[in-house]
């Protein structure tokens, strides 16, 4: 059986991967795709990925793009600081293909420049 990230790690990763897409995601779409990978475990709850993201946003590795209300709920979008790229070579999943990463770290802070 294959070995999981730690949830926060993969919040993390998939919020890189989409900022290497010059995509943003949003909350509802990080719980739905941690409920697909984590949802048979007890942690996996709305409640416990929104503190997972702000524990993220709060370190500096993560940042919020923007803010919305859908169905009085407030949906934020996020994307990737330089610092959160950098982490990446600390992910197991990833580290074993950190060098698939480094084309992108140019391309990452051409574009967290851009946009600072």
Do not use: D
Not at 45 to 55: D, E, M
Not at 81 to 101: C, D, L
């Amino acid at each position: 059986m294959k070995m999981k990230l730690p949830m926060k790690f993969r919040i993390l990763q998939l919020i890189c991967e989409k900022s290497i897409q010059l995509k943003i995601i949003n909350t509802c779409e990080i719980i739905n795709l941690i409920n697909l990978e984590y949802g048979n475990e007890k942690q996996c709850c709305p409640k416990t990925i929104k503190k997972h993201i702000l524990a993220l946003k709060c370190v500096g590795l993560i940042k919020e793009t923007n803010i919305y209300e859908n169905k009085n709920q407030l949906i934020s979008e996020y994307k990737s600081t330089r610092e959160g790229f950098n982490r990446m070579k600390f992910i197991p999943n990833t580290a074993e293909s950190y060098k698939e990463w480094l084309p992108f770290k140019g391309q990452a802070s051409a574009l967290l420049n851009h946009s600072n």
